[in-house]
């Protein structure tokens, strides 16, 4: 069984890491979604809203296969959710070329800690590359419409926390 990782903040999950999530799924047998609590970062969510957020937006809103979908919190490196799990492939979304020199060096440092993960990098589709967590969250905290960028519940709870 083919296994990949594909971790991120996902404060909240969009709609252009579900299209990342797709593509996985196609190249993929199983997918493990990670999300962390990354010291370096200030989060909008909990890490426990962030996992309800992302299995509400793949398990009830899209209704994606369980079976072929794990999601998981972790606070250890990726590469050792990588042996945790079997998986031989980080997946990593990329939406602009300004991505793509960080997560080209993420990669590198990834495959120095261990040679035998490799990285794929995959583009959403083109509606969903301007996409961002960030903006999101600042488009619904100032009453602007969000459901083209994120699925309904995130919606409802997005428009709750504001």
């Keep these: 069984m ?3 990782i594909y971790p991120g903040t996902f404060d909240p999950i969009t709609y252009g890491h579900i299209d990342v ?11 493990i979604v990670a999300t962390t609590d990354n010291i370096n970062k200030n989060y909008y969510f909990s890490i426990e809203d962030r996992l309800s957020i992302i ?9 994606l ?3 072929k979908i ?15 799990y079997k998986a031989n492939t980080i997946i990593r979304g990329l939406r602009a070329v300004s991505d793509f020199e ?6 590198g440092m990834n495959k120095k800690l261990n040679s035998k993960i490799d990285t794929m990098f995959l583009m959403s589709d083109v509606e969903n590359q301007i996409i961002s967590s960030k903006f999101v969250k600042e488009i619904a905290s100032l009453g602007g419409k969000i459901d083209r960028f994120v699925t309904k519940s995130t919606v409802k709870i997005l428009q709750n926390k504001n």
């Design 55 to 63: 299995h509400n937006s793949l398990f009830k809103d899209l209704k």
């Design 21 to 31: 999530i797709k593509k996985s799924l196609n190249i993929f047998d199983r997918l």
């Design 65 to 67: 296969n369980k079976t």
């Design 102 to 107: 960080y997560e080209f060096q993420l990669a």
């Design 70 to 84: 794990k999601v998981v919190s972790f606070d250890n490196l990726t590469i050792d959710l990588c042996k945790k």
């Design 2 to 4: 083919r296994t990949a």
